[in-house]
């Protein structure tokens, strides 16, 4: 049973699409930590706005009060939103470690069927290699047969003038 093409062509599709699905992943975790540095960069304006909130009123400063407190908020619901998009992202990202794993299986198991057909063809090519010695042995060798033919004339020979 020879590995035939066929499935050696869905192997290396298989191949293509772990790859494809693998370089997916990857987009959606490159994604994801964007937006979680993204989300950071919102906490750490929300903190400074407050940080200027608070200044503002130690130094009795009306426009630092208002920078502030408009950085707070802006930073507060900047927050909010990166929060449901990360969200979403990880959904996307659990998806796509599925999706990778799942094409990952399969790429395996076609493997472990291209390695098994290739085995069983070594096998019979062993089994047939040891036939024909086997049969190469038993009908005798070439030289040997030759030989023993000689012989036996020879032998027939002598035992007819013997006579």
């Known amino acids: 049973m020879a590995v035939s093409k066929a499935i050696r062509r869905l192997l290396h599709l298989l191949n293509m699409e772990e790859e494809m699905h693998r370089r997916e992943l990857e987009s959606a975790q490159g994604e994801l930590t964007q937006l979680e540095s993204a989300l950071m960069a919102a906490g750490q304006q929300e903190r400074r706005g407050r940080q200027l909130v608070n200044s503002g009123v130690l130094s009795e400063d009306l426009p630092d009060r208002l920078t502030g407190l408009e950085e707070a908020h802006a930073g507060s619901r900047l927050g909010s939103f990166l929060q449901q998009h990360i969200e979403v992202a990880i959904l996307q990202v659990n998806e796509r470690r599925e999706e990778y794993l799942a094409k990952r299986l399969e790429r395996r198991q076609a493997e472990t069927l291209v390695e098994a057909a290739e085995a069983m063809d070594k096998v019979e090519v062993n089994r047939k290699s040891q ?31 013997d006579d």
């Open 131 to 161: 036939q024909a010695l086997d049969e190469w042995y038993l009908t005798g060798r070439p030289s040997e047969k030759s030989d023993t033919n000689r012989e036996v004339a020879e032998n027939s020979a002598r035992h007819s003038v």
